[in-house]
C-alpha cells in the first residue's frame, strides 16, 4: 500500500522560508517521478514541480519557479519542497504526489500559511 506522510508545513511572514518533506513507503520510491501539488482554500488541485526518478531532470509552475527547490533522496525515501520568497498567495495545503502530475496517490498534507 503507498503511504506518503507529509510535513514541515507551518506559518510564516511573506518573504520567509518553509522545507516540506515527505516520507514515501509501499513502493519503489526510487523507481518513480514524483510531485508537490497544493490546493488553496476555496480552489482546485494545483500542481507545483516534479521531479524524475533520478532527480536529474525537474519542472515548476510559472506561479512557483524560481522561489521553490524540489529535490529527493533515494536512500531515504525522502522527497522534499524548498520554498524561499513565500508570498500570501502560496497559503495552501501541500501534498506530495507519486508520479508526474497531480493526478498519482496523495499523502493527507501539511498546511502552509503565508501570513503577517
Known amino acids: 500500500e503507498v503511504q506518503l506522510v507529509e510535513f514541515g508545513g507551518g506559518l510564516v511572514q511573506p518573504g520567509g522560508s518553509l522545507r516540506l518533506s515527505c516520507g514515501a513507503s509501499?513502493?519503489?520510491?526510487?523507481?518513480?517521478?514524483m510531485s508537490w501539488v497544493r490546493q488553496a482554500p476555496g480552489k482546485g488541485l494545483e500542481w507545483v514541480s516534479a521531479i524524475d526518478s533520478g532527480g536529474g531532470i525537474t519542472s515548476y509552475a510559472d506561479s512557483v519557479k524560481g522561489r521553490f527547490t524540489i529535490s529527493r533522496d533515494n536512500a531515504k525515501n525522502t522527497l522534499y519542497l524548498q520554498m524561499n520568497s513565500l508570498k500570501p498567495e502560496d497559503t495552501a495545503v501541500y501534498y506530495c504526489?507519486?508520479?508526474w502530475g497531480p493526478g498519482g496517490s496523495r499523502g493527507q498534507g501539511t498546511q502552509v500559511t503565508v501570513s503577517s
Open positions: 509501499g513502493f519503489t520510491f526510487s523507481s518513480y517521478s
Open positions: 504526489a507519486k508520479g
